[in-house]
T-cell receptor, first 110, second 119 residues
Framework: GQSLEQPSEVTAVEGAIVQINCTYQTSGFYGLSWYQQHDGGAPTFLSYNGLDGLEETGRFSSFLSRSDSYGYLLLQELQMKDSASYFCAVSLYNFNKFYFGSGTKLNVKP | DAGVIQSPRHEVTEMGQEVTLRCKPISGHDYLFWYRQTMMRGLELLIYFNNNVPIDDSGMPEDRFSAKMPNASFSTLKIQPSEPRDSAVYFC?????????????????FGEGSRLTVL
């Protein structure tokens, strides 16, 4: 089977930096993705790490360490609109299957 | 592109009734996934198709659930008979994986979901 662990909730202030961690245990690991979901909305893709290291996309960065089965999402210059749930997801066997973590609810305060 | 289209957006039904959820994936995508989201269990993978063929249905909770993909532009998820514990948001997602492109991300494109309430 597979398991993904991420914190259930994080609170930060506008303009700050926040890091959301994800640890996973799975077989057939191929890569780690991050998705954002606003209340009542659909998950939307943020980033993907297939190799170790940091991927940067604007204010968001994502990191993967395969040897540690660990990754994180880094959000910089937080804005109120970043308040949402963030999910890490492992892809298996060349994107054939995707399993999601339980999600981290990010509360951004003024 | 219109994105992944799901219908109905909301469905309220009574226990024992048949429910059919529909999905139109993005044109050209070769993978289609059905997920269920609840507060207790999060996003659960129910089944996925590749080129209209069901590949893995190990996430389908019971025989009351069935899914079909008769062609590349349409899929259904059916629950019969429905039970209150089936109440959830059901998401359909599609993706495209290029066999030649080295920078695939496997990005899933989700529909807006079908919110099912079984009374």
């Amino acid at each position: 089977g597979q398991s993904l662990e991420q914190p259930s909730e994080v609170t930060a202030v506008e303009g700050a930096i926040v890091q959301i961690n994800c640890t996973y245990q799975t077989s057939g690991f191929y890569g780690l993705s991050w998705y954002q979901q606003h209340d009542g909305g659909a998950p939307t893709f943020l980033s993907y790490n297939g190799l170790d290291g940091l991927e940067e996309t604007g204010r968001f960065s994502s990191f993967l360490s395969r040897s540690d089965s660990y990754g994180y999402l880094l959000l910089q210059e937080l804005q109120m609109k970043d308040s949402a749930s963030y999910f890490c997801a492992v892809s298996l066997y060349n994107f054939n299957k995707f399993y999601f973590g339980s999600g981290t609810k990010l509360n951004v305060k003024p | 592109d219109a994105g992944v289209i799901q219908s109905p957006r909301h469905e309220v039904t009574e226990m024992g009734q048949e429910v059919t959820l529909r999905c139109k994936p993005i044109s050209g995508h070769d993978y289609l996934f059905w997920y269920r989201q609840t507060m207790m269990r999060g996003l659960e993978l129910l089944i996925y198709f590749n080129n209209n063929v069901p590949i893995d249905d190990s996430g389908m909770p019971e025989d009351r659930f069935s899914a079909k993909m008769p062609n590349a532009s349409f899929s259904t998820l059916k629950i019969q008979p429905s039970e209150p514990r089936d109440s959830a948001v059901y998401f359909c997602a599609s993706s495209f994986v290029s066999l030649t492109k080295l920078t695939n991300t496997g990005e899933l494109f989700f529909g807006e979901g079908s919110r099912l309430t079984v009374l």
